[in-house]
């Protein structure tokens, strides 16, 4: 029994948080990686892009809201999600046009376009805050949880309870939706095979008669789409504030450099692998070990390795050792 009250703390305090913040990791990274492997630099204003997406999503949720339009069960996000993908993707286009085309039509160095990117990281954060202000904003309605710990322990007589949020749930389902999409779109479109040549070589593309301004414009619409996805997710599973979305910039560039950076699967990996390490280093594992071992080796500590408060710096210190070990990540991707 007490095997088993371990193993339901488990997967309540670690496993289920970790697979539904991968996903949410995931979506980020593999927007990050599609610009790093088609555009050919590191978009620093991505984070920003979330923020940008999840509060359009956000001040369409509280109109629909206003009119008594909801989703019932579901969050009434969902129904606002697409008007934030659509606003997003207008204006990632419009800074490609008035800022990132000039750069690209003189051939700049990728460094001067990271360069380029922080600023308009700066212009985004300025006004997502002016928008919609600092402070925490918690825009989830409709169910709350898929299971309660409560009713998991009168079901099971245990004395640990398993509660999945109705959040977790969704972002799990949306993730699979959209990696499973966008896998197909790249791999079985002709759109997406005119990516992929792009990717590879840009001057046999052109040579080939692919259009370079419609590869880069889908290209920035699948990222404000994936962006705007995760963003909300994020903010639905847990809460939204600006700032956050410019420290995920970190973990998710991270996971693209654990992956593979311009590998759209090592994106993915990267993303639970980073999860996963965030949440195990700073989950206090007294619980769980209190269970297992013997009444006499019962720890006294938390087993707490770091602190949350640190928890970025798990991903900072995953991507040092990957940049100095093994540069173009797990699966090969595009050397950083």
Partial sequence: MDLLNALVAFLNFVFVP???????????????????????????????????????????????????????????ALIALPFGILCTALFVLGTDRVVYRFYRKQKANPAILVIVSLGVMLVMNGVVRLIIGVEEQNFADGGRFLISAGDFKAATGLAEGLAIKSTQAITLVVAVICVAWLFWFLNRTRTGKSMRAFSDNEDLALLSGINPDRVVAVTWIITAALATIAGVLYGLDKSFRPFVYFQLLLPIFAAAIV????????????????????????????????????????????????????????SFGILIIVLLFMPTGIFKGKST
């Avoid at 927007?31 to 620093?44: C, D, E, P, Q, W």
């Avoid at 984070?47 to 999503?57: Q, Y």
């Fill in 259 to 314: 992956g593979g950076l311009g590998n759209p699967l090592g994106a993915i990996a990267g993303g639970f692998i980073i999860a996963f390490s965030e949440v195990m280093v700073t989950y206090a594992w007294k619980k769980v070990a209190t269970y297992v071992l013997p009444d006499s080796m019962a720890p006294d500590s938390l087993l707490q390795l770091m602190s949350t408060d640190y928890k970025f710096a798990v």
């Fill in 18 to 76: 970790a697979v539904a913040y991968g996903a949410q990791l995931a979506l980020g990274a593999l927007g990050a990686t599609l610009i790093y492997g088609v555009l050919r630099f590191s978009n620093f204003a991505h984070g920003d892009t979330m923020a940008f997406g999840t509060m359009v999503t956000i001040l369409f949720t509280w109109w629909f809201q206003s009119m008594s339009i909801t989703a019932g069960l579901l969050p009434t």
